[in-house]
């Protein structure tokens, strides 16, 4: 069974800090996604990596897929009371395969 | 626009009673779809596959016969929770993949409330 762990579970931050999330798996994954989801509603698309060792920025949001293909991480430089939310990264493999869920981070950024 | 669409949004029903779920594909057909349930708090559980014209997959731990799932056409799975129970209180979401990069598209999902 594959299954990707998320560390840390809970983080709480001033405004302006620096923070990284890990997602972890003994598989080997063609890609990983990473989801933000706020209450109510479903995960949004951050971004994909399919790449071992790619490493992708969106804005302020930096993510890097391991060389093997069994772990992410997301860097979130300055962060703002808007980067609040669920983050949850997710791995899968070809169109049919289904998409495993990370036990997720739930971040809160502090004004 | 939406990709995928969910339908109801909120249903609130009575324990022992069924609540069917409508999970569509817009402008696209998808032979797959999938069904994931979300309790406050954590991460989507996968719950299930739905292939088009055949037996969905369930991951282990879901029951079969309570978490009836249909996908009788190319564009519409139906996830049907039978004799529920308020323990089934959660987010029900699915999915699909779709297009070149497989990129995975949400419904809204589905709050059910059993009371």
């Known amino acids: 069974t594959q299954l990707l762990e998320q560390s840390p579970q809970f983080l709480s931050i001033q405004e302006g800090e620096n923070l990284t999330v890990y997602c972890n798996s003994s598989s080997v994954f063609s890609s990983l996604q990473w989801y933000r989801q706020e209450p109510g509603e479903g995960p949004v698309l951050l971004v994909t990596?399919?790449?071992?060792?790619e490493v992708k920025k969106l804005k302020r949001l930096t993510f890097q897929f391991g060389d093997a293909r069994k772990d992410s991480s997301l860097h979130i430089t300055a962060a703002q009371p808007g980067d609040t939310g669920l983050y949850l990264c997710a791995g899968g493999g070809s169109s049919a395969s289904k998409i495993i869920f990370g036990s997720g981070t739930r971040l809160s950024i502090r004004p | 626009g939406a990709v995928v669409s969910q339908h109801p949004s909120w249903v609130i029903c009575k324990s022992g009673t069924s609540v069917k779920i409508e999970c569509r594909s817009l402008?696209?057909?998808?032979?797959?779809m999938f069904w994931y349930r979300q309790f406050p708090k954590q991460s989507l559980m996968l719950m299930a596959t739905s292939n088009e014209g055949s037996k969905a997959t369930y991951e282990q731990g879901v029951e079969k016969d309570k978490f009836l799932i249909n996908h009788a056409s190319l564009t519409l799975s139906t996830l049907t929770v039978t004799s529920a129970h308020p323990e089934d209180s959660s987010f029900y979401i699915c999915s699909v993949r779709q297009g070149p990069g497989n990129t995975i598209y949400f419904g809204e999902g589905s709050w059910l409330t059993v009371v």
């Open positions: 402008d696209f057909q998808a032979t797959t």
């Open positions: 990596v399919v790449t071992g060792g």
